[in-house]
């Protein structure tokens, strides 16, 4: 199958690699922050597919839960937040 688009080309490419990088770190949890880089990847692969599918206001909700969970992360992670 040939896209016609090359920007859907490049958006399907993108989806792929990220729902994919996403699977191979929620598969090996040898370190606990591989699972926290996973689900992060995996969200940013959704949120791409919602933006090439047309639905740009889902999109952005799951990059302000991206944007939480960093954020929740780093203030764990600094001992403000437990």
Do not use: C, S
Not at 7 to 31: N, S
């Amino acid at each position: 199958m040939v896209l016609e688009d090359p920007v859907t080309a490049i958006g399907v490419a993108a989806i792929v690699f990220f729902l994919l990088l996403g699977a191979l770190y929620l598969l090996d949890l040898k370190l606990p922050e591989k699972r926290w880089f996973g689900i992060v990847f995996l969200l940013v692969g959704v949120t791409i597919l919602l933006v090439l599918v047309g639905q740009a206001g889902l999109g952005g909700v799951t990059i302000a839960t991206i944007g939480a969970m960093v954020a929740k992360r780093q203030l764990d992670r600094r001992g403000i937040v437990e």
